[in-house]
């Protein structure tokens, strides 16, 4: 595995990535808002991201993550058929050293996502009661040290 920016080539692999991720870990959603969030991402978030990506030895996306001013992660998703290999972890590590705040918001409903962020050292220290779009979706934000 190599961790590298994104490419624009890498974009329709990582939105199928991001699709199958979502799928099997955001059972919560409704049809409809994961219709509204699946356009909006597409349309809006992908084409411009600045992602970091880790790939394979033949250069297939496997996982991203997208660092907010240093401080906080907005994406992280790997593909579903790599779960606990790793990459997720590495693409944190790689975000950011240790020993330097960093900051995630993550729903409280994706148990599998709070659970493996709270094994990276992660610790909640604030909970919103809707999403950042106003859905009845509860965030919580997390930090690591």
Request: overall charge negative; glycine content about 6%; proline content about 8%.
């Amino acid at each position: 595995m190599r961790i590298r920016p994104v490419a624009d080539a890498d974009r329709p692999r990582l939105f199928e990535l991001w699709q199958a991720a979502v799928h099997a870990t955001h059972d919560f959603l409704t049809p409809d808002d994961l219709a509204g969030i699946t356009e909006m991402v597409r349309t809006d978030y992908f084409p411009t991201a600045s992602f970091t990506v880790a790939v394979d030895h033949d250069d297939r996306p496997l996982g991203f993550i997208d660092v907010e001013e240093g401080v906080e992660i907005n994406a992280l998703f790997v593909d579903p058929a790599c779960h606990g290999r790793g990459i997720g972890r590495a693409l944190v590590d790689a975000a950011l050293p240790r020993g330097v705040p960093l900051f995630v918001e993550v729903n409280e409903q994706n148990h599998a996502a709070c659970a493996i962020y709270e094994h990276w050292g992660f610790r909640t220290i604030d909970r919103k009661p809707l999403d950042g779009e106003g859905r009845p979706y509860p965030l919580l934000v997390m930090q690591r040290d």
